[in-house]
């Protein structure tokens, strides 16, 4: 396994390499860093003040029910009701077949955090907890995965909470799936998740746990589905207030002004209220209000500000939150102390720590996730071979041959001791004209400007030949790049777990699990074993 800053890989926005820099400027925007020993002090400051234990094991006990639980879950679920656990969390859209392998990474960075963490004390303990995003209502985020150059899609009508979908149609898009695999010990193992999952649910959320749960059940992870009465019920004073005093709005604005004010953009915008309506059809609309009414958008529901609340006290399960409050609701409900999350979550978490304070919820460390590049032996022998560097698995290969032909040309050192010299002609010309007339001189100066044009083309020209004549090492550049799906943007971004090669998944998944360094922020680069 090898490793480079997260610098060199290219790919993370500047607010992201100066949170894990721990830049002065960003401290007030979260409340712990998150090195290790930061754990146990944020896990008894959360300690001093949860107080919903009781209700949260019972409703996941509820959602697990009709899942067969490893001992691992059922230790973890046990741990879960006992005063001294806290949980690590990540949460993710419920993508068809998980979507790309980050979310393997999110998830199994938790897991392995939980299990340092417990193997190195005992006085509190650690579960891992899996947030299912059941509430969103993005579809065309969520429907597709990638194998190899195929989009593999999910056509359907949609609306409303993507947990709440009907699994009909699922059938037909992974029997074309299953089509293309190659018969052996790996598609047998897609075939039985996908059988055990998706076409044994009625719903994207119960297939979706199903799938996370067979998975993930022998590491101990523990899932939540946020779309519960229940638990709902635990956030109805907080909606109340969000509905009457806008009270997110109010201090998250300011929050977004001292990120703009140090140069950063914005990840997300709050809205006066940040809430949804869930009504019986499982539409899900925004909640405005004007002059003292509220509307529910895109629909003739209306209520007055007494109704509403009423309305909220009786049907908590009907209220949504939005991007903004997710995070509180998450916070609230569960005994938690580090949320892990990528670049985009980590930067919109960092908008809302006095939004917490307000609401006298702890705000939990934030931890931003390993990110990580799997090559197979082959395609490690091949970098070997072309002489490629691991910073240059996130170039581009045209980038990288133009670098190469400048460092072994023979023409390159030769051409700025040439222009040197053309612009030591102009300057003679300059100091000669300053003897004549001054039309003279201008005359000269727009030469000047012209011929060291000229001249930029012919450099140009010259090292594009000479590219030309390497075309063979660009062309290998090129499709290791492409193999490695690195030529135009990261490979965890667009490969799913289906795609990689390995010969059985759990193996797979162990390999990563060994690879993720759950207290580290580096890029990770790992050969994976053909024989997994």
């Not at 297939?207 to 946020?226: I, M, P, Q, S």
Request: glycine share 4%; charged share 30%.
């Amino acid at each position: 396994m090898e490793k480079i800053s997260l610098k060199d890989s290219n790919y993370f926005s500047k607010l992201m390499l100066n949170y894990i820099d721990q830049d002065e400027n960003l401290s007030e925007l979260y409340n712990l860093f998150p090195i290790k020993e930061n754990y146990i002090k944020q896990a008894k400051t959360k300690l001093e003040n949860y107080k919903n234990r009781e209700i949260l094991v019972e409703q996941i006990k509820q959602q697990l029910n009709g899942l067969d639980l490893s001992k691992k879950q059922q230790k973890n679920l046990k741990k879960l009701s006992e005063k001294n656990t806290v949980t690590i969390t990540t949460g993710h859209q419920l993508n068809l077949f998980t979507g790309p392998i980050f979310f393997f990474y999110k998830i199994l960075q938790v897991i392995k955090a939980c299990k340092e963490l417990n193997q190195e004390q005992d006085e509190i303990n650690y579960v891992p907890i899996f947030w299912m995003a059941t509430e969103d209502h993005d579809f065309e985020e969520i429907n597709h995965f990638k194998y190899g150059d195929r989009n593999i899609h999910w056509s359907k009508k949609h609306g409303g909470p993507v947990g709440r979908l009907s699994t009909e149609g699922l059938k037909d898009v992974f029997e074309s799936f299953l089509l293309i695999l190659p018969n052996g010990t790996k598609k047998t193992q897609l075939q039985e998740l996908i059988d055990q999952s998706y076409l044994s649910h009625d719903n994207l959320t119960d297939a979706t746990r199903e799938l996370v749960h067979l998975l993930f059940k022998d590491y101990g992870l523990l899932f939540v589905d946020g779309d519960d009465k229940e638990l709902k019920k635990l956030m109805i004073s907080t909606f109340e207030k969000e509905l009457i005093q806008q009270k997110s709005y109010q201090h998250v604005i300011p929050q977004n002004a001292k990120l703009e004010a140090l140069g950063y953009s914005i990840q997300v915008n709050p809205r006066e209220i940040n809430l949804f309506y869930m009504k019986d059809d499982n539409s899900r609309e925004r909640i405005v209000e004007e002059n003292g009414t509220y509307f529910v958008n895109n629909t003739s529901i209306t209520f007055t500000q007494e109704e509403i609340i009423a309305d909220l006290h009786q049907n908590p399960d009907k209220f949504s939150p939005n991007v903004i409050l997710r995070p509180l609701y998450q916070e609230t409900i569960l005994p938690n102390v580090a949320y892990i999350g990528g670049g985009g979550e980590i930067a919109y978490w960092l908008q809302l720590k006095e939004m917490f304070t307000q609401f006298e919820i702890d705000f939990p460390l934030l931890v931003l996730r390993n990110s990580m590049l799997i090559r197979t032996e082959k395609q490690y022998e091949k970098q070997q071979k072309l002489n490629l560097t691991n910073e240059d698995l996130f170039s581009n290969s045209l980038i990288i041959t133009k670098k190469r032909v400048m460092n072994l040309s023979e023409i390159a050192p030769k051409i700025p001791a040439l222009e040197e010299e053309l612009k030591s002609i102009f300057e003679r010309l300059e100091n000669l004209s300053s003897l004549t007339d001054s039309s003279f001189a201008d005359m000269i100066q727009a030469q000047r400007t012209k011929q060291l044009k000229g001249f930029e083309r012919i450099k140009k020209r010259l090292i594009h030949a000479e590219v030309k004549q390497n075309e063979d090492i660009l062309r290998r550049i090129d499709e290791l790049l492409t193999d490695l799906n690195q030529q135009n943007g990261l490979q965890e971004r667009v490969k799913n777990f289906a795609d990689f090669d390995y010969i059985n998944l759990h193996y797979f998944i162990d390999f990563i699990a060994d690879s993720l360094q759950p207290f580290e922020f580096e890029f990770i680069i790992n050969t994976l074993d053909e024989k997994i």
